[in-house]
C-alpha cells in the first residue's frame, strides 16, 4: 500500500452527489488536498435520484434552485440553458438524468486545477475503514488507499421490507422487488402483469411512469396506510408569494404543539400553503435541533407522513399524469395496513386489514431505508462492528459532531473520520437536498483544509473540462495517478 502523494489526501466514499459535491468543495480551496473519490457502481456524480435514464423522472425543484454552488445560484441554470436548444425558465422542471449530466461535467471540470489531478476517481467497492494516522479504506478488490481524512457520502441505503405479522419468506420470492432501483428491477414484470406497490410517496409516482413508458398495460395498486399522495407544486411556482420571515419561525416554542399551531395558522392565512412550508426551510434544522428527544419521537410517529406529503411535492406535470390514471382506474389506491402475503403457483395474494388484492408481482416504494442497523452494505457492517459509527435513537442515520465527524460507541469524536447528506439526519432532520448537501460539502472542505474555499476554480465548466482534458493529455501520468487509478 502506498500513499496517493505527499499531499494530504482526502478519500470519499461514495460517488453520487454528496460525494461529488465534497470532492469538489475540497478542490476548489486554496490549497487543494489530493481528493480519491471511490463508488462501487462507477457511474460517479449521479447516484440513485440522477442516475435514471428515463425523461419521465423530473427534478421536483426548479430548475433555478439546483445550482451546485450556493455562491452562484444560477450555475445549473446557465449550465441547462447552453446544453438544450430551446430556452429554460428558471421555475422549470428538468428531466433528472439532466441533472446528472451536469453534475458529472461540474465533477470532471474540477478534477485538474493549474494542471495538476486534484480529483481522482477509482470504480471500487470500500468494505472497511481502518482508523488510524493515516486512516486506510480497503475495498473488496482488495485495494488500500491511505488517506488523511475520509469522508463517508453513502446516500441513501436499498428500501426495508415492510413489517409483517407473520411469516416474511416471500420476500425472498422472485416475485417481490424490495429495492425499484436496482439493476433491471423491473424488467421482469409483463406488460399484463397486475403489480401493487407498497408506498404512495414520489417513488411510487416513479415506479408507476417507468412502468408506463415500458409499455406496461396492467392494473396497478398503491397500498400505503394513510393513502397520503404527495402534493404537487404549483402551475407556476414563481407566482407562489413569499410565506413568513424565517427568522419568524424562531420564535415559537420549542414544543411539536407549539409549531403545529404556527404552521396551521399561517396557512390559514397565506394566499397559497406552501409559501408556508418554503418558509420554514431555512430553519428548519434549527427548529429540529430545538426539539427534545420526546418531541421528535412525536413528530416522526404523527406528523412525518403529512410533512412528506406536502414538502416534497410533485411537479405539476407529474401530478396530472398520475391524476389521470388514478381517475382512470388503472392505478388504484388501498388506504389500509399490510398484514400477510399469500403466494402460489398463479401469483401473490395481498392479505389487508380492509380486504385482499391478487397480483403478480409486489414492488418496494417505501423509500430509502434510514436505519443502518438494518443496512447490509458491507461497509457499514464492518463500521458498526468496529464501533466506529453508532446508530441515533430514532434510527435516521448516526451521531456526528456538529462539524460532520463520527462519534463512536464510547463517546468519542473521531479526527479523521466525517460524513455528510442521509447520516446526518439526526442532527439536521432535513439533510439530502442539494442546498443541505452543498452546505455542508462546503462546510467539511473548509474543516478538513482548515481554509476558506478561494475564488471559485470553476468557470464554465464546459470550458473547464476541455482545459483539464487538453492539460491531461500534454503530459505523461505520474506515478501517483497510477497508483490512484489502479485504486491502490
Not at 460517488?15 to 457511474?43: C, E, F, K, N, Q
Not at 451536469?102 to 465533477?107: D, G, K, R
Not at 488517506?147 to 415492510?162: C, K, S
Request: one cysteine or more.
Amino acid at each position: 500500500m502506498r500513499r496517493v502523494s505527499a499531499r494530504p489526501t482526502v478519500a470519499v466514499v461514495g460517488g453520487g452527489v454528496a460525494g461529488a459535491a465534497t470532492a469538489i468543495a475540497l478542490a476548489r480551496t486554496a490549497a487543494a488536498p489530493d481528493v480519491v473519490l471511490l463508488d462501487r457502481s462507477g457511474t460517479f456524480a449521479r447516484g440513485v435520484a440522477y442516475g435514471t435514464d428515463s425523461e419521465t423522472h423530473l427534478l421536483n425543484v426548479t430548475a433555478g434552485r439546483m445550482s451546485l454552488f450556493a455562491d452562484d445560484p444560477e450555475h445549473f441554470l446557465r449550465w441547462a440553458r447552453g446544453r438544450l436548444a430551446t430556452g429554460v425558465a428558471a421555475d422549470a422542471f428538468l428531466p433528472r438524468k439532466l441533472y446528472g449530466d451536469y453534475v458529472a461535467e461540474t465533477l470532471t471540470a474540477a478534477s485538474v486545477r493549474d494542471d495538476r489531478r486534484v480529483i481522482r476517481t477509482v470504480s471500487a467497492a470500500a468494505i472497511d475503514v481502518e482508523p488510524g494516522v493515516p486512516a486506510v479504506v480497503r475495498c473488496a478488490d482488495g485495494a488500500r488507499i491511505a488517506a488523511t481524512h475520509v469522508v463517508l457520502a453513502l446516500g441513501n441505503d436499498a428500501p426495508a421490507d415492510p413489517p409483517l405479522e407473520h411469516d416474511a419468506s416471500f420476500y425472498a420470492s422472485p416475485r417481490y422487488t424490495t429495492n425499484p432501483w436496482g439493476r433491471d428491477a423491473l424488467a421482469s414484470i409483463a406488460a399484463d402483469d397486475a403489480v401493487l406497490l407498497i408506498g404512495s410517496g414520489l417513488t411510487m409516482y416513479d415506479v408507476v411512469l417507468m412502468l408506463r413508458a415500458r409499455g406496461h398495460r396492467g392494473a396497478i395498486h398503491v397500498v400505503s396506510r394513510r393513502g397520503l399522495l404527495p402534493s404537487a407544486h404549483a402551475p407556476v411556482p414563481s407566482a407562489v408569494p413569499p410565506g413568513p420571515a424565517p427568522e419568524d419561525w424562531l420564535t415559537v416554542a420549542p414544543k411539536l404543539s407549539a409549531l403545529l399551531r404556527a404552521v396551521r395558522r399561517a396557512c390559514a392565512q397565506a394566499e397559497d400553503w406552501r409559501s408556508v412550508v418554503d418558509s420554514l426551510r431555512s430553519v428548519t434544522g434549527t427548529l429540529w435541533q430545538r426539539l427534545d428527544a420526546r418531541e421528535r419521537e412525536r413528530f416522526l410517529t404523527r406528523v412525518r407522513p403529512f410533512w412528506d406529503a406536502h414538502r416534497h411535492r410533485a411537479p405539476i406535470e407529474v401530478d396530472r399524469r398520475i391524476a389521470t390514471l388514478l381517475a382512470a382506474g388503472t392505478v388504484r389506491r388501498h388506504t389500509a395496513r399490510l398484514r400477510r402475503w399469500g403466494e402460489d403457483a398463479n401469483g401473490v395474494t395481498a392479505v389487508l386489514d380492509r380486504g385482499t388484492i391478487r397480483i403478480d408481482r409486489v414492488v418496494n416504494c417505501t423509500g430509502p431505508s434510514t436505519d443502518v442497523h438494518r443496512s447490509t452494505d458491507p461497509l457499514v457492517r464492518s463500521l458498526l462492528r468496529r464501533g466506529l459509527v453508532v446508530r441515533d435513537a430514532h434510527g435516521l442515520g448516526v451521531e456526528t459532531a456538529a462539524d460532520g465527524a463520527l462519534v463512536d460507541v464510547a463517546g468519542r469524536t473521531s479526527s479523521s473520520l466525517f460524513t455528510l447528506g442521509t447520516w446526518r439526519r439526526p442532527a439536521h432532520w432535513e439533510s439530502v437536498a442539494v442546498p443541505e448537501l452543498r452546505a455542508q460539502a462546503v462546510a467539511l472542505a473548509c474543516r478538513l483544509t482548515r481554509e476558506r474555499p478561494g475564488p471559485a476554480a470553476m468557470r464554465d465548466p464546459r470550458e473547464l473540462t476541455h482545459r483539464a482534458q487538453e492539460a491531461l493529455r500534454a503530459r505523461p501520468p505520474r506515478e501517483e495517478d497510477r497508483t490512484a487509478d489502479d485504486g491502490r
